[in-house]
């Protein structure tokens, strides 16, 4: 089966995009005790769905608070598909524009925008929100993103969000597994009777149960144990997928893999102190970089 579309939420906080996906999906991404506490999302939550099409949906839930921007920057690398969540009574707000930014430089290549709460205002409201969110992406690249209004409580617009996506997942062309193995680790964790778990997006290639791996850049070996993709047992960990790697081996012990490391081939392994970059300011961002 081709991997699956994924799709990373994006939205100021309190816009209503966990709601969303939980009403697309039937499952609540929220899965901390203090993000249930405090209603509000934290870290990367995760769900996939079936759609009816050749491949399925898997979202990424990132936060919206500015608190927890490094969060929501781990989860949405490598995506296929971004699901901007504007509210129609508040409109675009300062984690919209931030996230939008952030999504724009990432080279995310499509946009869906859902106008949420549309239950909440009137309809003078509601075209003028529409008009708010047509002016924002004027001068972008996601111009021509469909908006979709919402009333998740009630189911309003949801259906035909879905089935939007269902057809998205058609269009794109699944990614080659061509180069070496790299996976871009957004959890870590121990887990009971099975040891070291990583998460993360493969970005490229592909690794097998078995498999040699370096977890980068600290230089640590390990090998694959198991693989779960899309939530269920797999031998292989593909570009385009989101995958759970459980690692084996001694040198875990003195590196533990953390956010921000990489797994990799073997090959693909090669740490340096030195790079060129590129830098670009955004227009709203500081007049000078010190």
């Known amino acids: 089966a081709p991997p699956p579309v994924t799709v990373a939420t994006a939205a100021h906080v309190d816009h209503g995009k966990t709601s969303l996906v939980r009403a697309l999906t039937g499952i609540d991404t929220d899965r901390l005790a203090e993000e249930k506490r405090r209603g509000l999302s934290i870290d990367l939550g995760f769900a996939y769905a079936d759609f009816g099409g050749a491949r399925r949906i898997g979202f990424v839930d990132v936060p919206g608070h500015e608190r927890f921007v490094r969060n929501m920057l781990a989860g949405v690398g490598g995506v296929d598909l971004a699901l901007l969540v504007i509210a129609a009574d508040d409109g675009p707000m300062p984690q919209t524009h931030e996230h939008l930014a952030i999504l724009r430089l990432l080279g995310v290549p499509r946009c869906v925008v859902a106008l949420t709460k549309i239950d909440r205002v009137a309809p003078d409201r509601m075209r003028q929100a529409g008009r708010d969110v047509a002016a924002l992406l004027a001068a972008g690249p996601y111009a021509q993103a469909p908006v979709f209004p919402l009333a998740t409580p009630s189911g309003d617009g949801v259906a035909t969000l879905r089935e939007h996506l269902r057809e998205a997942g058609e269009a794109l062309a699944a990614r080659t597994g061509t180069g070496h193995f790299r996976l871009a680790v957004d959890r870590s964790f121990a887990a009971a009777g099975a040891g070291r ?8 290639g592909a690794a097998r149960v078995g498999d040699a791996v370096v977890v ?20 292989w960990a593909r570009a385009g997928e989101r995958c759970a790697l459980n690692l084996a081996g001694l040198e875990l012990r003195r590196t533990e893999p953390a956010r921000g490391d990489w797994i990799v081939a073997p090959e693909a392994h090669a740490p340096t102190t030195r790079l060129d970059v590129q830098i670009e300011v955004l227009a709203d961002g500081p007049p000078a970089l010190t």
């Open 197 to 204: 778990v990583v998460t993360g997006m493969v970005l490229s």
């Open 216 to 235: 980068s850049p600290g230089g640590a070996a390990a090998r694959v144990r198991a693989i779960h993709a899309q939530n269920e047992s797999a031998e």
